[in-house]
């Protein structure tokens, strides 16, 4: 039995999941998505991810063809049908079909898309060693521009980021902002800890809200850790004592290095493991 996916209200198989090459989707990278995970068979925190699908669609004006429950329970469905206990799930929204030219209005059917597939983390020796990260010369995407809160299928400022990533031998990258401050990396938030204070940047910086990020912010709250949602810049990472990243696909993963400056003592720290611990436990709950 080969893998099902949802398109457009029916379950098929992966030979027949197709859309048009006149799909904006494509042709503009117009239209939105969510990245999510399931843990033991349950979702981990569907309604966040539901209400980030819609409000993405709201903010470049897609009315997705459903309602925010029929949403979810088309994503459990999905992954029900292919059987899968821990998986990463992609739901896709494109503006779908239309001419050629901008204009939105001449695509009258959104298409929907669910697929569900094995994760794939970062090689487990990176959470046990640490990530080594780059600041990329890529800026993030002005609010004003294409907002970085919305989860648009417009990733191109993230992967050119990403290149300088890979061009420099590391895995990820920091993007900073309009203004100078840091932002987010490519796929992941940024979370430094400097005198047992736990800092990242607000939304204002303009980084897309992160779901995981609002967990361990909900996490470093019940532990009793201080936080602080301020601008950050390059020197506060250098001179930070921990540094971790936070995504649905990398969950908490520990950064050593930042633009070949050693973070804190070169290992994973002490809250860094213990954030990373208890957001195991939860999701695992
Ligand atoms: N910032 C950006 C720019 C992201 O794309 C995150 C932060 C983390 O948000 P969540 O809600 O997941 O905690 C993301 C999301 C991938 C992949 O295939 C990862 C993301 C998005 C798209 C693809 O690794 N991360």
């Avoid at 925010?68 to 896709?92: F, G, M």
């Avoid at 490519?186 to 910086?205: E, H, K, S």
Wanted: one cysteine or more.
């Amino acid at each position: 039995m080969g893998l099902k996916i949802w398109l457009n209200g029916k379950l098929v198989e992966r030979e027949e999941a197709k859309v048009s090459v006149f799909d904006h989707g494509l042709l503009y990278g117009d239209g939105v998505f969510e990245g999510i995970r399931s843990y033991n068979g349950k979702v981990f925190r569907l309604d966040a991810h539901v209400r980030r699908l819609f409000d993405s669609a709201n903010g470049i004006r897609l009315a997705i063809p459903m309602t925010p429950k029929e949403t979810a329970d088309a994503i459990v469905a999905t992954l029900q049908a292919n059987s899968l206990k821990d998986s990463y799930i992609r739901i896709v929204v494109t503006r779908g079909e239309g001419t050629l030219g901008l204009d939105p209005n001449r695509c009258p059917h959104p298409q929907v898309f669910i697929i569900t597939d094995k994760i794939s983390l970062y090689p487990q020796e990176l959470y046990e060693n640490g990530l080594e990260i780059i600041t990329a010369a890529t800026m993030r995407n002005h609010p004003n521009a294409v907002n970085p809160r919305l989860k648009s299928l417009n990733y191109l400022n993230n992967i050119l980021a990403k290149i300088e990533a890979i061009d420099a031998g590391t895995l990820e990258a920091v993007m900073l902002n309009h203004l100078g401050y840091v932002a987010e990396c490519t796929g992941d938030n940024l979370f430094i800890v400097r005198d047992g204070r736990l800092f990242t940047p607000p939304i204002a910086a303009g980084i897309l809200e992160g779901i995981t990020r609002d967990e361990i912010l909900a996490i470093a709250h019940d532990l009793g850790i201080e936080v602080r949602e301020e601008n950050l810049t390059r020197q506060d990472l250098y001179v930070s004592d921990e540094c971790f990243l936070t995504g649905t696909a990398a969950e908490v993963i520990p950064v050593v290095r930042i633009d070949k400056r050693t973070v804190g003592s070169g290992k994973p720290g002490p809250i860094t493991k213990r954030l990373a611990e208890e957001f195991h436990r939860r999701t695992r709950a």
